[in-house]
């Protein structure tokens, strides 16, 4: 069974590189022309 330890040890760094990945998605659009994204407040690094 997996305990909060381990469950924390997992969760924590993949929301961190959901978050960094997808925010490096709008940053690149952004930068190809499509600010769609830093329209919408999309490009920051708060998960929520």
């Known amino acids: 069974m997996i ?3 381990t ?3 997992w969760v924590i760094p993949v ?3 959901i978050t960094v990945h ?5 940053w690149v659009a952004s ?3 499509d600010h769609t994204a830093r329209m ?3 490009l920051t690094l708060n998960p929520i």
């Open 40 to 42: 919408m407040g999309r």
């Open 22 to 26: 997808e925010t490096a998605h709008g």
């Open 15 to 17: 929301l961190f590189a």
């Open 3 to 5: 305990d909060i330890q």
């Open 31 to 33: 930068k190809l022309g």
């Open 7 to 9: 469950l924390l040890i």
